[in-house]
């Protein structure tokens, strides 16, 4: 199911009248909704499953935050989440998740504590932060990475470092 926006342009009789009476103007209002979608979520192609491709800019480099934009994040993210669970987020709250770096196939690394999670930023983009994958991974200004959110039965983040600087892993 897709997540849309349902934009509350014109007010009700009662609205309208509220808002006379209290002498303050009408706001457009917004809520979340889910849509069925004439065409099927994207499907995950495992030979090359990074949805979301970005370099790290010198922000997310500093504070361990990947700013993610808010159109990938209603195509890529929240397409597999439940309405509550997108509602949550955007309603301000920060969500603990699974983030898996599978840079080193042989070798993947899971995060899940207190700073791992996803959240909606002022801009209204979204961020995925995990300090520790920064640390870790030693990510710095023009690094490629790639992130996809897997929907199996454990839903989770996937992300790989596909290039270091300049240099391919």
Not at 123 to 129: G, T
Not at 136 to 162: A, M, N, T
Request: negative net charge; contains cysteine; glycine residues 4%.
């Amino acid at each position: 199911m897709k997540k849309v926006f349902f934009y509350n342009f014109i007010p009700s009789k009662v609205e309208e009248e509220s808002c006379r009476n209290s002498n303050i103007p009408w706001l457009v209002t917004r809520r979340l909704v889910e849509i069925r979608d004439k065409y099927s979520a994207p499907v995950i192609d495992l030979e090359d499953p990074w949805q979301i491709k970005k370099s790290i800019t010198y922000y997310e480099a500093i504070v361990g935050k990947l700013v993610l934009p808010f159109a990938e994040v209603f195509e890529h993210i929240f397409r597999y989440w439940t309405l509550d669970m997108a509602e949550f987020v955007m309603s301000g709250h920060k969500t603990n998740v699974y983030l898996w770096d599978v840079t080193e196939e042989n070798n993947p690394k899971k995060y899940h504590n207190d700073g791992t999670y996803f959240e909606m930023m002022p801009n209204e983009d979204y961020a995925l932060v995990c300090v520790d994958l920064f640390k870790d991974r030693g990510l710095s200004v023009g690094d490629e990475i790639g992130l996809y959110w897997d929907p199996s039965w454990s839903s989770h983040f996937k992300f790989k470092l596909i290039c270091n600087g300049h240099a391919v892993l």
